[in-house]
């Protein structure tokens, strides 16, 4: 490819940039689209836009650059997490390194290369991309010392700049953790792997268990059923059958009134159940028929959350090895209630490592079977390979501007398309996997789709014109860097035009939010939906830090061989900046957080990115026989290497688990403000299993347990398994016989559905 | 080599065994000896035997043997400790596995072998070894299928053991840690990365941060200085030197008479500070200089010992991230008391993860290193080579005997005693890498050990032949099956004499002690030293536990491609479990125990020799062009690795960690009884850090801190660190002056030095 080339295919896509950012400036300002642009503000801070029609409305203008340039990190943190902050310093630390990098190697290295062996220019544009590459240095030069102090200059600038925004985010999350409002989750532990007791309930177990081992700080618990959406239905009607069955010698009350009681009742008819026998003695002589089949239901029972009195108590309790089998009474630190994912709650705890694998095992194959697409995507570039398979396109080939857009444009494009199915693909994995929240979930597809970025988009394409086609990479370590150095410089031209592909077309098309757009047109003038101020996307970090971290891999691994890219990508991260930001303020909403476990990602993806640039340029000075420029660079490996381990043991373990002295100092404050008890009270309401899937508002479902402070023993006395706030009250009502309510909701739901289908088959 | 030849090794090796045996049982019976063969039994139980003159003496005799096999694994574990028990499991283990193997190899592949292709057999004798091996079966032979079968039984049942030894070795861990007295170290915790306050002790400085955030079960502390063997000396002079300025203007008393108070003071003078002003109050007015002296002192301080009051207590404690500086307050669960390795316990603790990575690349530089006299070693006992390096040692090589000698027989006499320079160099460098245990730093050598064995006994011989000279192994890693499986047939014959000679031949030394024996007569007869009841060696796990796994190694990876190995293999075994359980019994002295840790490496070892056998069995199968076979060893070894994943997740985490529940349940146990208050006294003198350098009786050292069950606060006062258990009469002692004691002791026996010093100096 020429310059020339490379300028068509910038020429485009600066085209097509200042097109859509024009085009967005003028469509965010039409009220009807106001909930694509604005979700998060619509959602979360209730902004209104006026909607009088001026003419400044069609006119572009560049006032949210300004706004997204404008806005502090503090912003960014209230409207949008920590998640978003991480995100935006990765971004920055790009920005700083690449400027760096961009200033030494295209005003240093640059002249080097092409000066760099004694041939006869011609004009500029007409010139190969590769004399600007390390390939145009002559073998033994003199002048390869630049290049190694260039890289040394990168790398320790890089390692510094690491490690302030390490400390950096690592204060954060420390402030996240302790400036917060008191955090339900801080309080709450989640327990799988529950044994499963003969005799007594689940609810009961758990209770006995921490009330034994925990008496001190062990407040109460709330019991996880197992519910998929399926299930829920299928053995909601099961139970009702059979309750339907032994009731069908007594007489049913047919006025069922929906009336609402104060406890997870709402909406739910009660009146039913007057007929069974009242009192609690009772009960327990005839229940035999739901004894049995409630204890069924409660061996179902798979996981539960746990609350505690102080956060170090819960703390503790998660990170200490409960007893002698450690697949039992496992405990982990429970994710904030909207980050549950409860679906995977209910999993057994014996069967997740068998998951992981598997999906591991998945991610790899799918990995794999990938190459196909890509290697057929490889062909297309080399236009001589292309025009021998398929020769009826030698005519069209042929033409100048034709073989410009296949080789400097299809190719990324195609790419591209494929590289959308992988996102979800990954995230499916990851639900595979068996994570508790959607953070984890989340984070989890990042990395897979990470990996699998750096294999299929850098190695797959960097080695498949030279090695991948007889898969023998595998074979050959010690030859990967120097097949690395032969083949960087060449594929430099292939990666400078999948940034202006990929990485400057993908930041117009977020920007714009072409779905969306699309989406939100059809609903409002085709189908005429009702607007649905709730559903607002959040942040897609699985696809787009492993894109940011390709970028910054290839910037790396190309900075000191083929500095031509480092322009391009310099504008890349520019325009990402300002995109991203406007975005992380206006468009999605933060519904979960990991607190910024996405930063080691970064890190440790950037230390990779050093050594294997380091690597490849061991291998190169190799190639170019200059001894003390490859025998500086081994240091340099062993120290970066040292310096990861060092941020490992420094910064790495706070983004594992909370240190014990602020938790402590923050329930100590808690407890001398007297807040602590009311949050005590907040934590009944906190997590909710059946919360998002119903209609009514059921704020306390089976919250079981000891809680001293109100007097609520309920969770010991078996058959018992409400606790409300006024136990008293609704414990004696004679329409809750001392069954546990979600069931009885269960039952009565599942009973009225029956009844329909009886009276939708009388009719029919 | 010919079986002859095997048989002529076999030969000198065996009438080597029952002639060391024999003596052994004769020697045994000397009274001279009894310190040598039974320091265990004299140390610990205090027996005599009786000194009669009878003949029976002079008759060999197999008693011991008798003995060895009757005692239980009780017995065992009393005398010598669970990592004995351990010890002889891993043995148990090996010959159940291998006497399976041996019968199935033996009967059911080796006829396969031997008949394996159509070609005349000569007599037995005079045939080579490799028609015994799988090399001789014929490519597409339809009797591959029995080693595969054979694979799949020795797998799967060598996984059945090796759950059931897991399982019963986690059961006596767990058994070791409930039901064993009261232990120090449970309710211990090893405080290291104290930070440095400008203005506070380093003393108080633990005592705060205790006191702050652990109030409801801090004890007490006591700091760990650091004094290494030199520095000990040299600090003590200086600080005597600093204070005899100071003395120099009052008169000092001569009349240094040994008075031994109750605490720390026994043995030293303390007279010479009765003209230092009486009263707390004037001497904080005066001693500036001791003060400034003893801050210096205390920043120096890295490390401290803090008492909890339950076991539960100190677990959290250990567990928990104390601060937001990981570096920082890092908390351990203390070693045993006599486990501890004082003279690492002051290293500071930010350098402890560049010692680890330099000691791990120092290993794996010697590891390389020690390539070259195994190769020559390996030149050895290719006889041709030899004739054609040394010409004039033709003539002798010629001689039949003479090179079945040297090809059976010289390489591994020559390497192993090339291997025992391996133990000392690897504890060496454990010790370098900063342990805070005896037995940690012992279970480290034998990490390194084994990786090492592995390497230079069986890869590096392995692969010697064919490979190593061009140093290409690495860069092939997918050939490596192949090649094994070319190599591993060829090189059974080494194996075979390896087994031989370094196994039997290791285990009559073992038993005979030769060093042991030749040393007590030398100190009995030559130099007439008094005898020496307290040093009794204890057992070297670091250089058996890797041998017997190497021996398993090659046993797995031998079985179903050379059987012939497997009976030597097995009678190995056997005679190892007499010759370990009679020196665990009678000569080794248990004094620190690592509580059964050599399990999970002696599991993770047989795991990757029975992969390593089936990627060597795949590499075969595959060379013998058998699909079938080859197809059915890849879900062999996937099954094997999910194996073992499931052991690391049920099975490891007992190994890392103690369970809450049994830890709380002892502690109430000990409450309920009321013996934890005698515990918690008794914890006082647990510790002691000058005790074993010392010639006087240091009971209890600088414990500070806050007990609330004495009363002994001294900690808080600055300046007085000594907590006794009646601390009035102490601290009221005039001329203790509320100066810490041991610091006291360290002065007067510096001054005392220095007169002497004087003294000699005015008579010279």
Known sequence: MKISGLLTSAGINIGLCVLFLSLYSVLRKQPANVRVYFGRRIAQEHNRLREAF??????????????????????????????????????????????????????????????????????IPSESLDIFTIGNVEVRSRWLWV??????????????????????????????????????????????????????SCSNAVDDFFTKYHASSYLFHQVVYK????????????????????????????????????????????????????????????????????????????????????????????????????????????????????????????????????????????????????????????????????????????????????????????LQIFLYTVAPIMILFSTLEGPISHSERKRSACCKVL???????????????????????????????????????????????????????????????????????????????REDTEFVPSFPYHTEVPKVMLFGLLGFTCSVLAPLILPFLLVYFFLGYVVYRNQLLNVYRTRYDTGGLYWPIAHNTVIFSLVLTQIICLGVFGLKESPVAAGFTVPLIILTLLFNQYCRNRLLPLFKTSPAQDLIDMDREDERSGRMDEIHRRLHSAYC????????????????????????????????????????????????????????RHAVRSITFLVRLQKRGLSE
């Open 689 to 744: 299993q059946f919360h998002d899937s119903e209609d009514v508002s059921l704020e306390k479902i089976q919250i079981v347990g000891r809680d001293e402070d109100q007097g609520c023993s309920s969770g010991k006395s078996n058959g018992k398994e409400t606790c409300e706030e006024e136990p008293k009250v609704e414990l004696s009502h004679p329409t809750l016989n001392g069954l546990p309510v979600s069931r009885l």
């Open 451 to 529: 990996y699998f970025t750096v294999w299929n988009v850098f190695f797959v394409n960097v080695l498949s014109g030279t090695v991948i086609s007889q898969l023998n990479v595998l074979s050959s370590p010690k030859d990967i860097p120097v097949q690395l150095a032969k083949a960087i410089p060449g594929q430099a031209t292939f990666f400078i035009t999948y940034v202006l592909t990929s990485g400057w077309a993908s930041l117009s098309s977020e920007v714009m939010q072409l779905f969306g757009l699309i989406w939100n047109f059809l609903r409002k003038y085709i189908l005429r939906m």
């Open 147 to 200: 290049h190694c102090v260039a890289l040394y200059i990168i790398s320790g600038v890089a390692c510094i700049l690491l490690y302030l925004e390490y400390k950096h985010i690592a204060r954060l999350r420390l402030r996240h953790l302790t400036c917060a409002m008191p955090n339900p989750s801080h309080f709450t532990v989640l327990v799988r792997g529950i044994p499963k007791a003969t005799k007594e």
């Open 227 to 414: 519910v998929g959406k399926v299930q829920k239905i299928m053995t909601g009607a099961k139970r009702a059958y059979k309750k339907f069955k032994h009731f069908t010698d007594a007489t049913v009350d047919q006025s069922c009134k929906a009336i609402s009681y104060r406890c997870c009742l709402c909406g739910a008819s009660s009146n039913s159940f007057q007929l069974l026998p009242t009192g609690l003695e009772q009960n327990q002589g005839k229940s035999d028929l739901q004894d049995s089949s409630f204890k069924l239901d409660d061996q179902e029972c798979a996981a539960a959350f746990v609350y505690f009195r102080t956060r170090y108590a819960a703390l503790v309790a998660s990170e200490i090895l409960q007893t002698s089998n450690p697949m039992k009474w496992v405990t982990d630190l429970a994710p904030e209630p909207d980050d549950v994912y409860w679906s995977n709650l209910w999993l057994p705890y014996k069967q997740l490592w068998i998951r992981r694998i598997a999906t591991l095992l998945g991610s790899i194959v799918f990995m794999f079977l990938f190459l196909i697409p890509v290697t057929f995507i490889q062909g297309l570039s080399q236009l001589e390979q292309l025009q021998q398979k398929l020769p009826f396109l030698k005519g069209i080939l042929e033409k100048r501007y034709m073989s410009q857009l296949v080789t400097g444009y299809l190719p990324s494009v195609i």
């Open 54 to 123: 001026i003419l400044e409305r069609f006119v572009p203008s560049t006032g949210w650059i300004v706004k997204a340039l404008q806005c502090t990190e503090e912003e960014i943190l209230a409207a949008a997490g920590l998640d978003a902050v991480v995100f935006n310093r990765i971004l920055v630390f790009s920005i700083r390194i690449f400027s760096l990098a961009a200033l030494l190697c295209v005003f240093g290295i640059l002249p080097l290369n092409y000066f760099g062996q004694d041939i006869h220019h011609v004009r």
